[in-house]
């Protein structure tokens, strides 16, 4: 899947949506069954932090996509500071992106 895709659609659903910001607040978006799209940094350290996300994803039937570096995610997020993952809860004018990811 392509990363600017990814991005685009989270700074889309940041500006019309609702975006959670944080590895804690996409946990529990998951565990809610609200989150449309949970997007996650491969740059975090320690892994551990992020583990569960995938697997968590699939057993909901949520699409995680991936991102290179906690910095773009944190932009994208419309924050100034790195950020793990984020989850989309209500996706505004970025639905056509996410069905894109969903498919990809």
């Given at each position: 899947?392509?990363?600017?895709?990814?991005?685009?659609?989270?700074?889309?659903?940041?500006?019309?949506?609702?975006?959670?910001?944080?590895?804690?607040?996409?946990?529990?978006?998951?565990?809610r069954g609200i989150a449309k799209l949970i997007v996650v940094a491969d740059d975090v350290d320690p892994k551990e932090v992020i583990?569960?996300?995938?697997?968590?994803?699939?057993?909901?039937?949520?699409?995680?996509?991936?991102?290179?570096?906690?910095?773009?995610?944190?932009?994208?997020?419309?924050?100034?500071?790195?950020?793990?993952?984020?989850?989309?809860?209500?996706?505004?004018?970025?639905?056509?992106?996410?069905?894109?990811?969903?498919?990809?």
């Amino acid at each position: 899947m392509d990363e600017g895709k990814v991005l685009q659609a989270v700074e889309i659903a940041r500006n019309t949506g609702k975006v959670r910001i944080g590895t804690n607040e996409a946990t529990k978006a998951i565990e809610r069954g609200i989150a449309k799209l949970i997007v996650v940094a491969d740059d975090v350290d320690p892994k551990e932090v992020i583990m569960h996300l995938d697997p968590l994803c699939n057993e909901k039937k949520i699409p995680i996509a991936h991102v290179s570096t906690r910095h773009e995610l944190g932009r994208a997020a419309g924050i100034g500071v790195p950020t793990a993952a984020i989850a989309v809860i209500e996706v505004g004018d970025a639905q056509a992106q996410i069905d894109e990811i969903k498919k990809g």
